[in-house]
């Protein structure tokens, strides 16, 4: 197969076991900025994926409570399939990433409700689900040990 313009177009899916962290790419811009993007697999592709109210109220958890814990993130993004999300961040190495991924994930554990979940802050205010983020999240986490082996 030719090599496509989007890294995860490359990666083939049926190959990967969730959940997984993965680096799905660096991009140097210069001036010692390196943009390191992360794929931040929760279910397995094509077997499984989040509700979209779930996916989102982690989106909002994370790109809030990440932030605690490390100004090097960029975005933190849903995957239109609902497995997972990209972390991308400013030159954020593995260590540094799983240690305030692994911290934020924790807040969401303790949270008792979806930061911006409001039709000021969000542009579907009601569609959230803190529970049901939870679960997804207690689930990811039960699995850290697995996060680095990424290939079946
Ligand atoms: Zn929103």
Redesign the pocket.
């Known amino acids: 197969m030719t090599k496509s313009n989007v890294e995860s177009f490359d990666l083939d899916h049926r190959l990967v076991k969730a959940p997984y962290v993965r680096v799905a790419g660096r991009k140097e811009l210069g001036g010692g900025v390196e943009i390191i993007k992360y794929d931040l697999r929760f279910c397995q592709p094509n077997k499984a994926h989040l509700e979209m109210a779930t996916v989102?109220s982690i989106?909002?958890m994370m790109a809030n409570f990440m932030r605690d814990y490390t100004d090097k993130l960029i975005g933190f993004a849903p995957m239109g399939c609902q497995t997972g999300f990209y972390a991308i961040t400013n030159n954020m190495e593995q260590d540094e990433l799983l240690s305030a991924l692994e911290s934020a994930l924790n807040d969401i554990l303790n949270a008792t409700e979806v930061p911006?979940?409001n039709e000021r802050q969000?542009?579907?205010?009601a569609n959230h689900d803190l529970a049901g983020a939870q679960a997804a999240v207690r689930n990811y986490l039960a699995h850290k040990d697995e996060w680095l082996e990424v290939m079946a």
């Open positions: 989102h989106e909002h911006a979940a969000c542009g579907w205010g």
